[in-house]
């Protein structure tokens, strides 16, 4: 058997990004229906989704349950209770996000009336380079 080396060629060992971005969302700006979805960001084309959270920094009144995802989906995350001070982890996903796409939170029970949080989504960026080879020594 042999073994090809083809870590010559462009880009196989220049490092990629992984990128973080970070939404704050008060109930200050649930200014719409309970139907409504709030675009927090948009996310880089051909990226992939490797992780999401949602940080409940003030808790809302109990009802109130928040989902996030793709132009209103609940791909990320579906239906969590923002009632208590807590991290809500998506754990591992890997969702390409094709020619980009908007990151949306919506409410599904209420609207709420109280309450800070933060919306985190880790991605992976295979079109964005650091520049920097991977070293081998």
Do not use: W
Request: aromatic share 6%; net charge neutral; proline share 2%.
């Amino acid at each position: 058997m042999a073994t090809i080396d083809i870590t010559r060629l462009k880009n196989n060992q220049e490092k990629r990004s992984i990128g973080i971005s970070v939404a704050r969302f008060t109930s200050d700006q649930a200014t719409g229906a309970l139907a409504d979805n709030y675009v927090l960001f948009k996310l880089p084309a051909e990226c992939v989704v490797i992780h999401a959270l949602i940080n409940v920094i003030t808790a809302s009144q109990a009802t109130v349950t928040a989902s996030v995802g793709f132009s209103g989906g609940t791909e990320l995350l579906s239906a969590q209770a923002l009632s208590a001070v807590a991290v809500k982890d998506s754990g591992a996903k890997a969702l390409v996000t094709g020619t980009g796409k908007d990151l949306t939170i919506k409410f599904g029970t209420a609207i709420p009336t109280a309450g800070e949080f933060e919306v985190i989504i880790t991605y992976y960026e295979p079109l964005m380079g650091t520049g920097f080879l991977t070293s081998t020594n």
